[in-house]
């Protein structure tokens, strides 16, 4: 067999939990184990657009893991997590921090291109063979090497303090949890990820596929 699937991951479960759900759905359905893998992992707490593959289709993960995609995020100012999303330990800095949507736009076109970022220490990134998380939640530091990742645009989609929605195109390996750190200090408020959506892998839309329905 040979598959390409588009799943809308919900919230609360892994893409490797997602994988496992389509592989077991697949196994039973061809009376035999049947090879699924991913193009590019989603954070638990993200939604959105996952391309799986099936069978002979995970020949082609290369050329599918390396697209450009597009996020909808929505980042809180005035406060950090220590994972960078709603799972870590939440610091409020600010109840209400006085930015402006001027300061925000000015200190956003800081962010596009080519830029340098710090992947956080809670992701799915190998470290001399381990993932990152892994090592980041048994306590062992995690020293993340810079990459270098692309930036198309950002888009404010609504901004009311102290929450930033935003839009964002993106090159592969781009983490918005780090770039909505990153713009929380550029802001000099902090800030963390609350919710991220992927709408958008390459030309593939979320909105126009014929989408996969997950199993429980």
Do not use: W
């Not at 196994?27 to 035999?32: F, I, L, P």
């Amino acid at each position: 067999m040979e598959e390409i699937i588009f799943v809308d991951k919900p919230a609360g479960i892994s893409s490797f939990g997602a994988v496992a759900r389509v592989r077991r759905l697949l196994s039973e359905r061809e009376g035999h184990r049947v090879k699924v893998g991913h193009t590019g992992t989603l954070d638990p707490f993200a939604t959105g657009l996952l391309i799986l593959l099936a069978g002979k289709a995970t020949k082609k993960a290369p050329e599918l893991t390396k697209l450009d995609k597009v996020y909808e995020a929505t980042i809180r100012l005035g406060a950090k997590s220590s994972t960078g999303d709603p799972e870590g330990e939440i610091e409020i800095l600010n109840e209400n921090p006085d930015i402006s949507r001027a300061q925000i736009e000015e200190t956003l076109q800081n962010f596009i291109g080519e830029i340098e970022q710090t992947p956080p220490a809670f992701s799915a990134i190998k470290i001399n063979g381990q993932r990152a998380y892994k090592l980041a939640r048994a306590g062992k530091e995690v020293e993340m090497p810079k990459r270098k990742v692309q930036i198309f645009s950002i888009d404010i989609i609504e901004y009311e303090a102290p929450f930033l929605k935003i839009r964002t195109h993106v090159g592969s390996g781009t983490y918005i949890r780090t770039l909505a750190e990153d713009m929380g200090d550029a802001l000099g408020c902090g800030a963390y990820t609350t919710e991220l959506r992927r709408t958008k892998i390459a030309d593939y839309d979320i909105s126009k596929l014929p989408l996969f329905k997950l199993p429980e």
